[in-house]
């Protein structure tokens, strides 16, 4: 707990807007989903037939994973892309499901004598509605929104895998970093803040079924709308700030961290520019959209991963054909490849160092002698790329025990150690091999294509904005693989900050 605390002490301010943005999208999204949701729920109250299709749509909404959803919202036009707007749109869709059904229920369950007492009384339908079963209906509709609210705390926490900010992105942050602290950093209040909401919900629910008096009920709705005003003056006070900012992205682990870091901190250095930074945005498919989209301006892709899992060609095996063609294929879609950093991550295949020495293992040949009786575990995007595990399998011959495990690609490795998984497919620069006692096995028949790490960026943005490029150009060749293997255990097994970990670095290289 103490380490927690630490934290929280030490990344005070970017807490505090992380907490901000949690809160904007969550308000948001719910106001939106009740300006969407009531007045279909009361269309449905109207008519029997549709409500049944209207609240099955709904329920079909909300059995996709979240995730998913905001997967599939990626490409979509307007309302899709990287950032708030797409998760916003997610979150409203989860949150008409029970303020629907909650408004039907409310205004079906007005009683019919006071129905027939209005209509006696010459009250016109829209009389009806607004005067007599609205407000009766009221606390039925309080408690949809609450419920709606709740499940908007917890979904938008996922939403900082597609750079939406929130108090996910510490989640995110310490999956990749493999540490507990940094979890909780942002799990603990995220609980909290659901806590908070639904009891200040369940109060205002509470006032307005008891029918206290209408001050009461002023004093409740003053509450909400303050909640709302001053999360709206704070997502427009971040929004000013981030105005005209170059947009740096990652993807989810602890390299790419870096890496974002990096490029972040030298054009903050080198051009005095403000830099807005979508780490841990997801795998590669959420950061080449992004950077297509225009959501983000420049990040670290690696060239063997552009060629087979962007551009879909076969692999090439020579470095320098690899980053040209690469390169090409960049540029004929309105974005410039910049030099490599100066080392290749390419895929290593895994094995515990004590089952190396005693099977002497040395290649991946080796291992498919053995690989009968053992367990393989392997990240998502391993598991579907061309050049991953299929392609893989077929050029060693390789065959395990069972289906291999689909795991977050940082938690394989210790998997791997602890005995849950004999072979995994992880990173050549990751910190984790050499604190853990893994080997890496020779590719030695040549699958695997280079990736050398190399930022790729807009080319508006570097035609806007020359001083980036020529930022970006000076890190060319400054990384190496060691450097590079360094900073990732300094973060995976040291536990220390990524942001602190690139000022030393370039501190020494500058």
């Known amino acids: 707990?103490?380490?927690?605390?630490?934290?929280?002490?030490?990344?005070?301010?970017?807490?505090?807007?992380?907490?901000?943005?949690?809160?904007?999208?969550?308000?948001?999204?719910?106001?939106?989903?009740?300006?969407?949701?009531?007045?279909?729920?009361?269309?449905?109250?109207?008519?029997?037939?549709?409500?049944?299709?209207?609240?099955?749509?709904?329920?079909i909404v909300q059995t996709i994973p979240s995730l998913a959803m905001f997967g599939f919202l990626l490409p979509v036009p307007l309302i899709g892309g990287v950032g708030a707007r797409a998760a916003i749109v997610v979150l409203i869709l989860y949150g008409l499901l029970p303020i629907v059904r909650t408004t039907i229920a409310g205004i079906t369950g007005v009683d019919a004598t006071v129905r027939e007492a209005g209509i006696a009384m010459g009250m016109t339908q829209g009389e009806l509605l607004r005067i007599v079963e609205l407000p009766l209906a009221l606390p039925s509709i309080a408690a949809g929104v609450r419920v709606a609210a709740v499940v908007g705390v917890g979904s938008a926490t996922i939403a900082a895998a597609i750079g939406a900010g929130g108090l996910g992105e510490y989640i995110y942050r310490g999956l990749s970093m493999v540490d507990s602290s940094v979890i909780l950093a942002g799990a603990i209040p995220a609980a909290l803040l659901a806590l908070a909401v639904d009891g200040l919900l369940l109060w205002v629910e509470h006032q307005l079924s008891t029918r206290r008096r209408s001050a009461s009920r002023r004093t409740a709705l003053a509450a909400a709308a303050a909640v709302v005003a001053v999360a709206l003056v704070a997502g427009g006070t971040a929004a000013a700030r981030s105005r005209g900012a170059i947009?740096?992205?990652?993807?989810?682990?602890?390299?790419?961290?870096?890496?974002?870091?990096?490029?972040?901190?030298?054009?903050?250095?080198?051009?005095?520019?403000?830099?807005?930074?979508?780490?841990?945005?997801?795998?590669?498919?959420?950061?080449?959209?992004?950077?297509?989209?225009?959501?983000?301006?420049?990040?670290?892709?690696?060239?063997?991963?552009?060629?087979?899992?962007?551009?879909?060609?076969?692999?090439?095996?020579?470095?320098?054909?690899?980053?040209?063609?690469?390169?090409?294929?960049?540029?004929?879609?309105?974005?410039?490849?910049?030099?490599?950093?100066?080392?290749?991550?390419?895929?290593?295949?895994?094995?515990?160092?004590?089952?190396?020495?005693?099977?002497?293992?040395?290649?991946?040949?080796?291992?498919?002698?053995v690989a009968q009786r053992w367990r393989a575990g392997f990240g998502y995007e391993f598991l579907e790329r061309p050049d991953g595990y299929p392609g893989l399998a077929k050029a060693y011959g390789l065959r395990f025990a069972g289906e291999p495990h689909v795991m977050d690609l940082t938690l394989s490795y210790r998997a791997l150690s602890s005995g849950q998984v004999d072979l995994i497919a992880g990173d050549a620069t990751a910190g984790l091999i050499s604190a853990l006692d893994l080997v890496q096995l020779e590719d030695n028949r040549h699958y695997f294509p280079p990736y050398d790490a190399a930022p790729v960026a807009r080319a508006q943005t570097l035609l806007k904005y020359p001083q980036v490029r020529d930022a970006l150009e000076k890190l060319g060749g400054r990384v190496s693989a060691a450097e590079m293997r360094r900073m990732n255990y300094a973060v995976d097994a040291e536990h220390k900050d990524a942001a602190q970990i690139v000022r030393e670095f370039l501190a020494v290289v500058r």
């Open 1 to 59: 707990m103490t380490r927690l605390f630490t934290f929280w002490a030490s990344h005070a301010a970017e807490f505090a807007g992380l907490l901000a943005q949690h809160v904007l999208l969550v308000v948001v999204s719910t106001l939106a989903a009740i300006l969407i949701g009531v007045p279909l729920g009361v269309f449905a109250s109207r008519r029997p037939r549709l409500s049944a299709p209207i609240v099955g749509i709904a329920n």
């Open 247 to 369: 947009v740096v992205g990652s993807k989810n682990f602890t390299e790419q961290v870096i890496l974002g870091e990096l490029v972040a901190q030298t054009i903050e250095r080198d051009t005095g520019m403000r830099v807005q930074r979508r780490l841990n945005l997801g795998g590669t498919l959420i950061c080449d959209r992004a950077l297509i989209t225009g959501d983000v301006d420049v990040y670290v892709e690696y060239t063997g991963t552009a060629l087979t899992a962007v551009f879909h060609e076969p692999a090439l095996t020579e470095s320098r054909a690899v980053f040209e063609h690469v390169r090409e294929q960049y540029a004929r879609t309105g974005r410039t490849l910049l030099p490599p950093l100066g080392f290749d991550n390419t895929f290593a295949i895994l094995v515990r160092g004590k089952d190396a020495r005693s099977l002497g293992l040395r290649t991946i040949d080796d291992a498919a002698r």
